[in-house]
């Protein structure tokens, strides 16, 4: 009898679970929680990599009745979206084998997150939510955060979307006004905004995977992003650290209480965390894998990925307690300084040349308009690099900088 696999939301990345399952003879079936795709995704969703795909449209009770008739061995997220509908579907249908039910919200609303983790005792960022520009001026009068640098962003996206940094002693009401009230990239209207301190350190990605409230890190990697204007968040590079670096330990045991604190007990997290001279604060924690090309970088770094484990935990109930780093693995992402149309393409693909690349994504054609990069979205693409040592994977990025450099993005004539 043909097992199945649901997979909610499976874009990008997360498409990659089809042919994990599939290679252990489980057919992938996707639900898309909206009637249609998300415009952010469109681009890259290819339905047919599964073996069917259902459509959301808000009869709750209906999708239950289709998901139990494939009676699937598990049903799993596979991005922000999706995270509030496979907490219900795992309830109704597998009650036990998911996350606390009572989070499902602070899993994927970065306010309730924050509320939550604060409940919970652990440091974290003080910040706000609200439609109220003068509750906002008041909020930063009590912190005492008044001549201090703001970040504000929406609640409900990700990939760093619509993130601004408001410099210390700026006007922090364009931003909010601008925000308030848009619709952000997964196609919500921001009805608040979130307002937090801005965390001064370095930024860390802490990827994990639980089974039954055992917790386990995946990898740990350090972000480079760098900002334009009051843009931040712009995906440069990261850096997978090896389970021995005393700075893991620390960032791992902060993301376990995080966790925890968040009804974690089940599946992958992937999380952000600034590392200040105060120690470890939560940037957001987003109860799926890490997206992009992550997985597959992952991979060749450690030999294993949350894919891997989320296949050998549903269809074997192991358990996999921590990683090791089998090479020094280096994640670049590729910039365009413009909106207007990609030349020279070719010189991308050279990289592919390069003695320490392993992989490269490039969703943009010669010709094509491409987007002015400001968020992960935008990016121009990416490279994996992955050697025998460091030293190499260093000057192969300098030679990957300079290529970069060199493409060409033309203006778009008026």
Same mark, same amino acid.
């Given at each position: 009898?043909?097992? &199945?696999?649901?997979?909610?939301?499976?874009?990008?990345?997360?498409?990659?679970?089809?042919?994990?399952?599939?290679?252990?003879?489980?057919?992938?079936?996707?639900?898309?929680?909206?009637?249609?795709?998300?415009?952010?995704?469109?681009?890259?969703?290819?339905?047919?990599?599964?073996?069917?795909?259902?459509?959301?449209?808000?009869?709750?009770?209906?999708?239950?009745?289709?998901?139990?008739?494939?009676?699937?061995?598990?049903?799993?997220?596979?991005?922000?979206?999706? !995270?509030?509908?496979?907490?219900?579907?795992?309830?109704? #249908?597998?009650?036990?084998?998911?996350? #606390?039910?009572?989070?499902?919200?602070?899993?994927?609303?970065?306010?309730?997150?924050?509320?939550?983790?604060?409940?919970?005792?652990?440091? &974290?960022?003080?910040? #706000?939510?609200?439609?109220?520009?003068?509750?906002?001026?008041?909020?930063?009068?009590?912190?005492?955060?008044?001549?201090?640098?703001?970040? *504000?962003?929406?609640?409900?996206?990700?990939?760093?979307?619509? !993130?601004?940094?408001?410099?210390?002693?700026?006007?922090?009401?364009?931003?909010?006004?601008?925000? *308030?009230?848009?619709?952000?990239?997964?196609?919500?209207?921001?009805?608040?905004?979130?307002?937090?301190?801005?965390?001064?350190?370095?930024?860390?990605?802490?990827?994990?995977?639980?089974?039954?409230?055992?917790?386990?890190?995946?990898?740990?990697?350090?972000?480079?992003?760098?900002?334009?204007?009051?843009?931040?968040?712009?995906?440069?590079?990261?850096?997978? #650290?090896?389970?021995?670096?005393?700075?893991?330990?620390?960032?791992?045991?902060?993301?376990?209480? !995080?966790?925890?604190?968040?009804?974690?007990?089940?599946?992958?997290?992937?999380?952000?965390?600034?590392?200040?001279?105060?120690?470890?604060?939560?940037?957001?924690?987003?109860?799926?894998?890490?997206?992009?090309?992550?997985?597959?970088?992952?991979?060749?770094?450690?030999?294993?990925?949350?894919?891997?484990?989320?296949?050998?935990?549903?269809?074997?109930?192991?358990?996999?307690?921590?990683?090791?780093?089998?090479?020094?693995?280096?994640?670049?992402? *590729?910039?365009?300084?413009?909106?207007?149309?990609?030349?020279?393409?070719?010189? *991308?693909?050279?990289?592919?040349?390069?003695?320490?690349?392993?992989?490269?994504?490039?969703?943009?054609?010669?010709?094509?308009?491409?987007?002015?990069?400001?968020?992960?979205?935008?990016?121009?693409?990416?490279?994996?690099?992955?050697?025998?040592?460091?030293?190499?994977?260093?000057?192969?990025?300098?030679?990957?900088?300079?290529?970069?450099?060199?493409?060409?993005?033309?203006?778009?004539?008026?």
């Amino acid at each position: 009898m043909q097992r &199945h696999v649901i997979l909610v939301d499976p874009y990008a990345a997360a498409a990659e679970y089809a042919n994990a399952f599939r290679a252990r003879g489980v057919e992938a079936v996707a639900v898309l929680s909206t009637p249609a795709p998300l415009s952010s995704y469109r681009r890259s969703w290819a339905p047919d990599g599964f073996f069917a795909t259902h459509h959301y449209d808000g009869d709750f009770d209906e999708l239950v009745r289709i998901v139990k008739s494939y009676d699937p061995v598990a049903i799993v997220p596979g991005n922000e979206s999706a !995270v509030m509908l496979v907490d219900a579907l795992v309830e109704e #249908l597998m009650p036990g084998t998911g996350n #606390l039910i009572e989070f499902s919200e602070a899993r994927r609303d970065k306010w309730p997150m924050a509320q939550a983790v604060a409940r919970a005792g652990i440091p &974290h960022l003080r910040q #706000l939510a609200t439609d109220d520009p003068g509750e906002v001026a008041e909020w930063i009068k009590e912190q005492g955060l008044e001549g201090q640098p703001l970040v *504000l962003k929406p609640r409900r996206s990700g990939g760093t979307d619509d !993130v601004h940094k408001v410099a210390a002693g700026a006007d922090w009401r364009p931003y909010f006004d601008r925000l *308030l009230g848009s619709v952000n990239r997964f196609d919500l209207r921001n009805d608040t905004v979130l307002v937090q301190e801005f965390a001064q350190g370095t930024e860390y990605i802490v990827d994990t995977y639980s089974v039954d409230g055992q917790f386990a890190l995946v990898s740990v990697c350090r972000y480079q992003k760098s900002a334009r204007n009051d843009r931040i968040g712009i995906y440069e590079s990261v850096d997978y #650290l090896p389970p021995q670096d005393p700075t893991v330990a620390l960032l791992g045991e902060y993301t376990r209480q !995080v966790a925890q604190a968040l009804g974690i007990r089940n599946g992958c997290t992937h999380t952000e965390v600034m590392l200040t001279e105060d120690g470890p604060r939560l940037i957001e924690i987003a109860g799926r894998l890490a997206g992009g090309c992550m997985q597959y970088a992952t991979r060749v770094a450690t030999g294993d990925s949350q894919i891997d484990r989320t296949v050998r935990h549903r269809l074997d109930g192991t358990f996999t307690p921590g990683y090791e780093i089998l090479r020094p693995v280096r994640v670049l992402w *590729l910039s365009s300084p413009r909106t207007g149309v990609l030349r020279s393409t070719e010189l *991308l693909q050279s990289m592919q040349e390069l003695a320490t690349f392993q992989k490269m994504g490039l969703p943009y054609r010669d010709g094509e308009v491409v987007p002015r990069t400001e968020d992960l979205f935008t990016s121009l693409g990416w490279v994996i690099l992955g050697g025998e040592s460091r030293q190499a994977v260093d000057a192969d990025t300098h030679r990957v900088k300079e290529i970069e450099s060199r493409v060409v993005v033309e203006a778009e004539k008026p």
